[in-house]
């Protein structure tokens, strides 16, 4: 069996950030991503901003360094805008993107730092010894194999590594429900200079819903924001409840949300000046799934420790995005961080009971409403950079490294803690 130093699952913002870090701190490292590119919900929900990198409040500070700023930088590389913009809607300052320059970035990323990467690769179980993760099955395009690692690193989103552990894993229902999903919509067929008339959208979401079955909570017209490098518009208008992680619950959210965007499409085009020849470019290829199983970590970071800012001495990373409540479908509210605008997530959000498995992204621990903070994508770099180093520290050493030693790391690797 092939065996690594550290094997990174998931290859979203959280998994690319544990790859890179893992392998900026001297160890083999391999990541499995179950799609043929990696992004996470950037490229495979249409999620096509990134928040958490920069304060919401006045000063505006960058939040983040170290592999999320690198992917940030090759970007421009690439002739696209980095600097944040505030959203008109909420004063939060996100970076727009285009999601074919972002897929083409993170593949020559984490090749450039002899990360071995596995596309199309589904971790289905693992195999362990005493109470140690020691090997992982995977199933491929073409086949099923196993690789053995001395560290590992969840960056699911999903927490499915640390399901297949046995980890303890809850759902944190608000109100009987998850965090709900969204199937971002992207609008081609629109004139290079239109601009959205909020007033006339709204109204023609109140008549779909006048005539429609199933309606639309976004009952503001929901967010609308120009794809850069098109005359694309992603719209972001529908939103379905999770009650429980089930596929048949997310089989039904996918067609249900189709049928809405075509019907909802269809009454743009009659009603609203200049979408009278639009059309629906893409949704998917999955809904967007904000929350499912959430592992138990050995801290769970709480709404009070973000909302006054606190800064633990273990702390890794930094939680600026505010905390973002869509518990129920329809507008989400926002919380502010308090202290210096951000809060500092640590070491022990990311450590479990088992000594070499580290979670990254949105599966790390947090309450309710902490997790509306920490599980955006800049945030998820960074606490997948964090999970990354420390697996890396455990490869060499054989024992959970202490917070400074993980600290001193991401320092060398321009993380800002
Ligand atoms: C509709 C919606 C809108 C959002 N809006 C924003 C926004 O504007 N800005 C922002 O920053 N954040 C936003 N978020 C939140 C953010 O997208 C996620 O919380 C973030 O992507 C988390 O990053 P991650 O790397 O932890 O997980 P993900 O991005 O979910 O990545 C997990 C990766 O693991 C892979 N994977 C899962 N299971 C397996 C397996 N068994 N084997 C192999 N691979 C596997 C998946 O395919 C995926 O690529 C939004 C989320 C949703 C759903």
Redesign the pocket.
Known sequence: MESFDVIV????????GAAVGAAQSGARVAL????GF????????Q??????FYQCDARGDRAIGGVGYQVLLELAKLGEEIQPRRSELTGNR?ILLDPEKLKYTLDQLVLSHRVELFLH????DVKKQGDHLEAID?VGLFQQRSLSGRAFVD????G??ARFTGLPCSLNLQEQTLQS????IRLGGLAKDLTIDREAIKMAVELYNRRAVYQIPRQDGGVFMRVPNSNDWLW?IVDLGLDDVQEELVTKAEWMGRKIAHDCVEVLRAEVGGFENCHIVNTGPQ????EAWRPEAQYTLKREDLASGRKFDSGIARAA?PMEDHSKPGKPSYHPIGGAGYGLIPLESLSTKIPNLWL????IGADAAAYGSI??????FAT?QAAGVAAALFAQQDEPPQSHQVIEDLKAQDALV
């Open positions: 699952c998931g290859g979203g913002a959280a998994g690319i499995l991503e179950r799609y990696l992004g996470g919900a950037a490229t495979n929900s999620v096509l901003s990134y928040c958490g996100i690769t589904t971790v289905v995977l960056a699911t989103g999903n499915q590594l999903m969204s199937l971002p972001m809904i967007g799934i904000r995005w990254a992204g949105r599966t599980r955006v994508m800049g945030t998820s997948g």
